[in-house]
């Protein structure tokens, strides 16, 4: 079986209910759900409408419809984020920081404490980016390192 075709339709009024969309739907596609999308922090809905639908030659057309429920939309296939997640609390990847349980460490000075509350103040280039920031893996003048951060647990592991 093959997978979904996943799409986003842009452009809808947030109060839009999915469920008027599933009508519009109906006659031209094989819809089974509608959903909108949600902000991650604040659980606020947007103004994006994700439809799965079956991997069908028929509904690759959904591409082409440029209205829905009477506004003009674009549909364009859902994208998921890519990278690696990153913990704004403790700076480490792969997990969040709403489920992080470690100390905070502030990427700008490496103390333990939030980048919220760093008090410490820095030189600011033209960009307003610190001139020289402070790798808070390994304590060197330059951009954070990974790999350094990679090479201590390699060390600490053997």
């Known amino acids: 079986m093959e997978r979904p075709i996943k799409d986003v339709i842009r452009s809808l009024p947030r109060d839009t209910r999915p469920q008027e969309i599933m009508i519009g739907f109906k006659e031209s596609f094989k819809v089974d759900k509608v959903v909108q999308l949600t902000n991650l922090r604040t659980k606020r809905p947007l103004p994006l409408f994700q439809v799965p639908l079956p991997n069908e030659n028929k509904n690759k057309e959904i591409w082409n419809i440029d209205n829905v429920c009477y506004f003009k939309v674009e549909v364009q296939r859902f994208q998921r984020r890519i990278g690696a997640l990153q913990c704004f609390n403790c700076n480490h990847h792969h997990h969040a920081a709403a489920a992080?349980?470690?100390?905070?460490?502030?990427?700008?000075c490496g103390g333990t404490h939030s980048h919220l509350q760093c008090t410490e103040t820095f030189e600011l280039n033209q960009e307003g980016k610190i001139k020289n920031p402070k790798c808070i893996n390994c304590n060197k003048i330059g951009p954070p390192c990974l790999m350094a951060r990679m090479l201590k647990i390699l060390q600490n592991s053997s």
């Open 100 to 108: 992080c349980q470690l100390d905070p460490i502030c990427p700008k």
